[in-house]
């Protein structure tokens, strides 16, 4: 038999290996009120890289995806990348829509260079304030007046001259022209009177039956004569339009050329301006002469207070007079409207009507030129957003009309504008699920969005790290207007880093989570009017909010204090562990011990998982529990059946269980079981553990540990308590203060194992012991003892095969 090993027990940690504490002895410096701000790209040399490729690329469909964890800067950093690229480009035109003469319902585009849409605007309000007044001195003048007069008095004296000729020609023929009030109408005339006079009835009736068919043949040829004149009046009359509308223009047209003198030649350089110009001139000229009110649509839609010719006005959608180079935009809510824009409507007698000036621009309009930020998150909670972006990207053009989804939605009729011509870049920012989601189910993504920027969680912590780290914080709190930090403040603030990354080696770039309790620090500095913030002030702040957080985790440790939720800390016992689970609730994370139990059977080789066979069983904690049967199998059944049946439980769970991270203890729970061998109560455990016996690491080992230790210490460490962690997890741990000096005291005690056997030894007090070289294991050993309950149980799966009892104690168990 081999000889045992000179130390077959893992040996506790040092104090000093449990927590990795700054050297501040190479800050140069005693506060960082000296320190340069660092840029805030620390540790993103990769994201800054495609940020930097993404942004500075001129083609199309190059838009940029940030993805990285909520809290590490990254919008931060891309505004401030955003910022430098805008400020050397140029300023994109103004936009304007304009009200088209031809087509009402599709208001034209007009681009100006920026800046002159507002003038643009303006110069046009003042025209409309100018033109009524305008217009009615014109068409008020005694010139215009007079001539107008004229025009009228002649066309009546027409008239009357060609009725009167028609009165004396008809006298020729006995008859007189009467005009009543139906109308002209022809009558006998009496022969005798002095002027022309109709005869009575009674005449008439008097006069024979020849002349009574000589008058009625004569009214009937007079009559005709008289219709073929009164068919010229409407020409005649039209002719009188004609006049007075030539009169109205001739007397309009210089007060016009006065008012428009000044804008043309101030836009002489914009042909589309001009045309508009030229347009509105035709348009007045058009409806004021022709007796139509120019401020008609006054009446139907009131666009401002006191506006007067509203298609005369600029819509200005887009108004750059201010900029000086590229707009970055942020849509903080990116709903379609907000991103597309919208057409408003207003009720006019029941019904929806619109106007070019309701028109509302959105985010792409007001980015176009430059950049558009968003988050990806909020952009997929809205309906068709995501959609109607996709859109523009592909189409190049932003057109404002509802989702092709909600066309049908309303009957109201409504403005088509024209589409605005779009060049941009757009630069959203999310989380790597999001990405990835995208990736994988949206084909379109991946040609709208070919190049993404992650950034990293964290960094490697080096000397030269650790002072960039310094000026990371000093212009964290210059940004924030907090104190300056002290020396020891930075290096707590570096260990905190190196926690948050769970990982002595590594910094955190979660920015936002160190501004956070750099705030709260301030917060207590300034109450003891200090000048900077020192360490005890950042001790405070993670203590206070600690106790903030505090109140589930405190209801779990009373539970487990008061007996109501079973878990013990002293003694022994086969077949139950303690393991240790971590729990995140509002952003804090806490862990506590739980029991995990097992029972061993005769059976065929199946280890029952009871949490998933109940449902609360996630995919991880299923795949742990097979591995640890397929590493029974494989260490202890290679050439015999495994003739047992096991069950494994999580007591007093009733939530469920996921991760891996419990299978070691799982495994010893289970050799326990299996070998009768009691397991010290004092100790809890965690790891996971792989096909071959090796223990792996896990997550959450400062929380677990933490746990642990303050259930140990309310009911009273008695320096035999301890944690078993895998050796992986080592460079992880950065424990509390209070958990190091009680290691550091001899009072609490952290085991690293890089094997099952390794943990079995320190959880059992027996040595697992190595099998020799003909295999056979150290007697008394965890490992003899596991081989020999093994064949104990298939020998007597044989005996009961062959139809015999097993002898009572035979193989196994002695």
Known sequence: MADAPSSPFPVALPAERLRSYCDTGHFGFETTATLEDHPGDLG?????????????????????????????????????????????????PDLCYLHNFDEPLHPRLLMLPAGRGAAFRAEMQAFIRELKPAIEAALGSAPYSERIEALQDAHKAREDVALRGIGEQCASDGLVLLQTAEGFVFMPAKSDAPRPEALDAEAFAALPAAEHERIDAAIETWSDRLAALLDEFPGWRASLRKSLVKAAREALAPALAHLLREPRERYADLPDVLAFLCAVEKDVLDTAVSGIALDEEEDEVEIEEGARFPRYQVKLLVDHSTASGAPIIFEDNPGYGNLIGRIEHVMQQGVQVSHFNLIRSGALHRANGGYLVVDAERLFTHPYAWEGLKRTLRSGEIRIEPPAEAQGWSGALTLEPQPVPCSLKVVMIGDREIYYTLME???????????????????????????????????????????????????????????????????TLHTRRLSDLMREADHYARQKNLACIGRADIEAALAARARRVDRYPSLVREGMLDGTTLIATSGTRAGQINGLVVVELAGERFGYPTRISATVRLGDGDVVDIERESDLGGAIHSKGVMILSAFLAARYARHQPLSLSASLVFEQSYAPVEGDSASLAELCALLSALTRLPIEQRLAITGSVNQFGEVQVIGGVNEKIEGFFDLCAARGLDGSHGVVIPAASVR???????????????????????????????????????????GIMPKGSVNDKIARALAGMTFARHAYTEGRAPRRGSGGHR
């Open 732 to 774: 992880h741990l950065m424990l509390r203060e209070d958990v190091v000096e009680a290691a550091r005291a001899g009072r609490f005690h952290i085991y690293p194992v890089c094997t099952v056997d390794e943990a079995m030894s320190v959880l059992t007090g027996v040595p697992a012991g190595e099998a020799d070289a003909r």
């Open 44 to 92: 993103q040399q990769r994201a800054m890289e495609a940020l930097r490729f993404g942004l500075g690329i001129g083609h199309d469909d190059y838009h940029v995806f940030v993805l990285g964890e909520s809290g590490c800067g990254k919008h931060a950093t891309a505004f401030r990348l955003l910022r430098e690229r805008a400020a050397a480009r140029p300023v994109p």
């Open 441 to 507: 189910n949206d084909p379109e993504f991946s040609e709208l969005f070919k190049v993404a920027a992650d950034f990293d969680d964290d960094l490697p912590r080096t000397p030269e790290n650790e002072r960039d780290y310094t000026r990371l914080l000093a212009m964290l709190a210059r940004t924030a207007g907090l104190l300056p930090l002290d020396r020891a403040a930075v290096g707590r603030m570096v260990e905190e880093g190196a926690r948050i990354a769970e990982d002595t080696e590594r910094l």
